[in-house]
């Protein structure tokens, strides 16, 4: 089995240089050499000889060791994506880079052991192991099928490490390609609502945002705008409550709460809103109760008139009055004409208050969360409000008109609150999806970005992510470490469910060894060879009997074809990425826009002053 040390010393370059300065010496002495010149000839035209054979094996080795220095930082503007988009349409470009496999994994194996401080040229290693991607012949344009997108991406990466960088790139082709986007950020980076923004600037009405810190310049988005059944709204609400079990009581009797609430609001002829949902549950359903059984009453007992009840004439408040249309309803119209929107409402209104509050304790803080403040008319938007002219949208709304959606949660600001919002929000987008998936037979493609997705990780992101391709969405979510699922959902068999309906995984610096492991180990193993030099001698009473050996063994096992710390040593907006069909690509990418002064000359680096 052949086998060359691919970072020994350069003894092609050697010999090289040897058989240079004979020719050079042999070249002189010919014209001084006052006897036959013909040896010196001979010796010349050898030295050439030489000089050509051993030229090429020089170069090769030489250029190999000087691509170990890497690459500058690339900046590319909007128009030179849209060119490089030109060439394949229907694929997704990733930046540049090369397909990594065991030749690589063998190379890099080598080098570590030769040690990199010795072999690459100048600083580069301080800035993040360059030579990675110096260990290619080539690189060229790294494509991804759109069509694979649809089976969901996941980048992975710590801070700095350049998953908003990479972000940019994927939403400008989004929106290039004339799609709805919707963009969950936590952080609220502005660089990142620059770029989407950036890229509507030839549409600008498609561009919608949402930020909680700034009211004044945010659209306002109904999360209970779309729904087919009650039970939809309440389960939309529930499915973001905190939960400890599989089979809550508490979420379960809040589910219900909020369905007979919903269920009484629909029957008075409102729509739904969060603003109102906390005034029945916390203030009580006595009001809501006399307005559904007086209407209900007037279309079921067209003959009934309030005077004639003498128990209603008496009563002197909302709760009397509520009481006395609740005996009217059992009464008559209850045993032939029933209503379990109406029966419902009236268990509610008739159950031990001290024990309803216990019950909905875990929904009071959630609703008031979404309520309290400027998040009230943000997120229960009044459409016959004069005095607000902000626009209303929602997640169906967005999606119909082919919107680009970036909504920021200001989780620094308030993690709890910005967690709730975009739990509420993927909920509602989940019911959008279902409704898609049942009543469009082709639905538009719809792409959905989500940011330190561990901050609203919750089950309806899981049902995205499990059934969100049939609607037509393909969903990309960035985390840092996969431990941040597994303490968000209290579970890391949750954690692993979420991050197993990820065909395509991209992988920035990772720093935690738990991460480094995850992503290492969906790569396929590879066969790694390791020259072993061995020596040993024994000497005898005898000096004549010394005796001696000098070896080498070359043996083969199996490997990582991409080491876990390796992962670790990634310079900004450098990648390893397991594409969908199963193809490994060492990659890099650029900066959407031109460099800042104190980036230019910088290699390797180059990133915005924000954290990716």
């Not at 013909?38 to 010796?43: D, G, V, Y």
């Not at 709460?257 to 739904?272: M, Q």
């Amino acid at each position: 089995m052949a086998y060359s040390p691919p970072w020994r010393p350069n003894f092609e370059g050697a010999a090289l240089l040897t058989w240079l300065v004979v020719a050079f010496v042999a070249a002189v002495l010919q014209s001084r050499w006052p006897l036959h010149q013909a040896p010196f000839q001979a010796l010349t035209l050898l030295a050439v000889a030489m000089i050509l054979r051993w030229l090429p094996s020089a170069l090769r080795h030489g250029h190999r060791r000087a691509k170990l220095g890497g690459l500058p930082q690339r900046f590319l503007t909007p128009a030179e994506l849209t060119r490089h988009r030109r060439a394949r349409p229907g694929d997704l470009w990733l930046g540049w880079g090369f397909d990594w496999n065991s030749e690589h994994a063998q190379l890099a194996l080598d080098l570590i052991r030769a040690g990199p401080h010795r072999l690459v040229p100048g600083d580069a290693e301080t800035l993040g192991a360059h030579w990675l991607h110096g260990l290619a012949d080539r690189e060229t344009p790294v494509w991804l099928p759109i069509a694979h997108s649809a089976g969901h991406l996941l980048i992975v990466g710590t801070t700095g490490a350049g998953k908003t960088r990479l972000l940019d790139l994927l939403v400008t082709q989004a929106v290039r390609r004339g799609e709805a986007v919707v963009i969950l950020d936590p952080k609220g980076d502005q660089d990142l609502q620059a770029s989407a923004r950036r890229a509507c600037a030839e549409q600008p009405g498609r561009f919608v945002s949402f930020h909680p810190a700034f009211p004044d310049r945010s659209h306002r988005i109904d999360p209970l705008y779309s729904f087919n059944r009650a039970t939809e709204l309440a389960s939309r609400i529930a499915a973001i409550l905190p939960s400890e079990t599989g089979n809550d009581p508490f979420k379960n009797f809040s589910q219900m709460a909020l369905s007979h609430v919903i269920g009484g609001v629909l029957a008075a002829g409102e729509r739904p809103s969060l603003v109102m949902l906390r005034r029945y549950l916390e203030g009580g359903v006595d009001a809501l109760v006399e307005r559904v059984l007086r209407e209900y009453l007037k279309t079921q007992a067209p003959g009934w008139d309030p005077a004639s009840s003498r128990s209603l004439a008496k009563a002197n408040d909302t709760n009397a009055r509520a009481r006395a249309l609740v005996r009217l309803y059992q009464e008559k119209l209850r045993p032939s004409k029933p209503s379990s929107v109406i029966d419902g409402l009236v268990s509610l209104f008739e159950h031990d208050k001290v024990h309803f509050s216990k019950m909905v304790a875990s929904l009071f803080p959630l609703l008031n969360m979404l309520t309290a403040g400027e998040l009230g008319p943000l997120l229960s938007p009044d459409s016959d409000d004069p005095k607000d002219p902000r626009p209303i949208t929602a997640m169906a709304r967005i999606l119909e008109r082919g919107q680009v959606a970036y909504i920021g949660l200001d989780s620094l600001s308030d993690t709890l609150v910005g967690a709730a919002i975009g739990s509420i929000l993927i909920a509602d987008l989940a019911a959008v999806a279902g409704d898609r998936y049942n009543y469009t037979p082709k639905p538009p493609p719809v792409n959905v970005f989500i940011d330190e997705a561990a901050e609203v990780v919750n089950d309806p992101l899981i049902q995205l992510l499990n059934k969100g391709r049939g609607a037509g969405l393909r969903l990309t979510i960035a985390t840092q470490t996969f431990a941040d699922f597994a303490a968000r959902t209290g579970s890391e068999a949750k954690a692993r469910q979420l991050l197993g309906n990820l065909n395509t995984l991209i992988a920035l610096r990772v720093l935690d060894a738990e991460t480094q492991e995850y992503v290492t180990a969906s790569l396929p193993k590879t066969r790694l060879k390791t020259l072993m030099r061995t020596q040993a001698t024994s000497t005898q009473r005898n000096p004549l009997e010394h005796a001696g050996n000098v070896g080498e063994r070359l043996m083969e096992e199996e490997g990582e074809l991409f080491q876990p710390a390796l992962l670790g040593m990634l310079p900004d907006l450098h990648y390893i990425a397991r594409l969908a069909g199963g193809r490994i690509v060492k990659g890099r990418l650029p900066i959407l826009g031109a460099p800042k002064t104190a980036q230019v000359g910088a290699r390797g680096s180059g990133c915005p002053s924000r954290d990716d």
